[in-house]
């Protein structure tokens, strides 16, 4: 099992930047590849941002390039989404995700996933 462990999440005004964080634990070495997804109020969960441990491929959602980074930590197991720019769209409960496999959809098939932090922009 893995377990993840969202933080740094809160309320910023538009324009403001927040960096999240994602401490992952347990059989962290099963894992090849962490995500960062986000759900609004009445909407379904979207894809942020993907980052391999290796550090080899990084991916991002359109609606966040250029605005968001995803970096991580390998000798802290920590993985990081700094967001800048923010916008009120950008208001969501963000969760962390570990990938445990390769697919060639790096928006889906996370297999562990955190409890979610609040991010609210407001305008």
Known sequence: QVQLVESGGGLVQAGGS???SCAASGR???TYAMGWFRQ???KEREFVAHIRWSGATIYYADSVKGRFTIS????KNTVYLQMNSLKP???????CAAKTKWTI??????????????VTVSS
Request: hydrophobic share 25%; glycine share 8%; net charge negative.
């Open 18 to 20: 927040l960096r999240l």
């Open 28 to 30: 962290t070495f099963s």
């Open 40 to 42: 609004a109020p009445g």
């Open 72 to 75: 991580r930590d390998n000798a």
């Open 89 to 95: 769209e950008d208001t969501a409960v963000y969760y």
């Open 105 to 118: 959809d790096f928006t889906r098939n996370y297999d562990y996933w955190g409890q979610g932090t609040q």
